[in-house]
């Protein structure tokens, strides 16, 4: 590395916060592919002694969404809050229980919140905040058929 060169990144030593939920899944788990990407970085060469341009692809990655329904108690009584739950990296023993899980499952899980940035086709900037999750346990499963 060149040692005139400044360091452009930054170091934020903020911890992360680390969340807890309770609750029962609204809906069946949603398996999901990410778009491959091509991008364009800017790395140093060792040999030329300068910055170069390289095209890197990032891989598609396969996810699940999940909606989790978590009871709060609020100003008013009793409330339900819908959460945005998404599992990464599936071959992961925390979250194995993940594709056997479905909809009215009673589930705890762990993990942080993340916001996602992308421009919809028309143009238009959105967010989609969600929990990122790391830690997957199903407490009780709903009964599927009575015997």
Known sequence: MDPDREDLGETDMTPIKTLTFSGCLGKDRDLRDTRPQTKVITVWNEVAEMDEEIEITVPSREYIRLSLAVRERGARGWQTRWVNLVVWDLHRT??????????????????????????????????????????????????????
Not at 115 to 139: A, L, P, Q
């Open 94 to 147: 925390e979250v194995a229980g993940v594709r056997l899980s479905r909809m009215g499952d009673r589930i705890e899980i762990t993990g942080t919140e993340e916001t996602f940035t992308f421009t919809t086709e028309e143009g238009e900037e959105r967010e989609f905040h969600y929990i990122s999750v790391r830690t997957f346990k199903r407490r009780q499963l709903k009964v599927r058929e009575a015997a």
